[in-house]
Structure formats: structure tokens, C-alpha cells
């Protein structure tokens, strides 16, 4: 069993920046993919970023490719995303997934993309962008 826990939410202008971190339970982190995803008001939830175990292997959504960056410490147990250039647009709840398939690979763009190959969930950081 694996607890996320996200923080680093927060309000933020247009064209500023936030670090949002998931913390995570268990000593098999270092052997889980991770994602991020976010979901806005009335809307689906929404892929934005996936890492795989070794943080070699990166995927981005095409609406923050080039502003938002993952990455991970397995010492920590920690993933991250860093967001810059923030648009109202990025406004939304970030939940952070741990793929429980511990070979820690992304098989593919579509595999991260989907909230179905993820095992375990955090609850979550609201971003606030305003304009």
C-alpha cells in the first residue's frame, strides 16, 4: 500500500511559478512510475506529467510541454513538479499516482497519459492562477 501526499498549491499571477511536491509512503517508491494530473472545475481529470522509476524517462502533456518540469528524489520519496509560466488556464486540483507496477516503467505515452494505469492517488493541491 502506498500514501501520496501532495503540497505546494497555492494562488499565483499569471506568469508565476509554483513547486508542487507528492510524498509518498512505503519503501517501494524508488520502483513506482509516477504521474500528475489535474482536474479543473466541471471538467475530466486531465494527464499533465509522468516520470518513470529512475527519472529517466519523462512524458509531457502538450499544454504544459516547455513550462512545467517533473522530476523525483527516491532518497526522499518525493515527486515533483515544478510549474512556471502559469496561465489561468493551469487553474485546477493537482493529484500526483503511483503506478503500482513495480517495474517502474512507462510503457509508452498513452500508458502514462492514462489514469487507469495508476494504482494509487493522493487527494490533491488546489492552483489557483489569476489573471
Known amino acids: 500500500q502506498v500514501q501520496l501526499v501532495e503540497s505546494g498549491g497555492g494562488l499565483v499571477q499569471a506568469g508565476g511559478s509554483l513547486r508542487l511536491s507528492c510524498a509518498a509512503s512505503?519503501?517501494?517508491?524508488?520502483?513506482?512510475?509516477m504521474g500528475w494530473f489535474r482536474q479543473a472545475p466541471g471538467k475530466e481529470r486531465q494527464f499533465v506529467a509522468a516520470?518513470?522509476?529512475?527519472?529517466?524517462?519523462?512524458y509531457y502533456a502538450d499544454s504544459v510541454k516547455g513550462r512545467f518540469t517533473i522530476s523525483r528524489e527516491n532518497a526522499k520519496n518525493t515527486v515533483y513538479l515544478q510549474m512556471n509560466s502559469l496561465k489561468p488556464e493551469d487553474t485546477a486540483v493537482y493529484s500526483c499516482?503511483?503506478?503500482?507496477?513495480?517495474?517502474?516503467?512507462?510503457?509508452?505515452?498513452?500508458?502514462?497519459?492514462?489514469?487507469?494505469?495508476?494504482?494509487?492517488w493522493g487527494q490533491g493541491t488546489q492552483v489557483t492562477v489569476s489573471s
Open positions: 499516482a503511483a503506478d503500482g507496477t513495480i517495474s517502474g516503467r512507462l510503457k509508452s505515452f498513452d500508458y502514462a497519459a492514462a489514469a487507469s494505469s495508476y494504482d494509487y
Open positions: 516520470i518513470n522509476w529512475a527519472g529517466l524517462t519523462t
Open positions: 512505503g519503501r517501494t517508491f524508488s520502483s513506482y512510475a
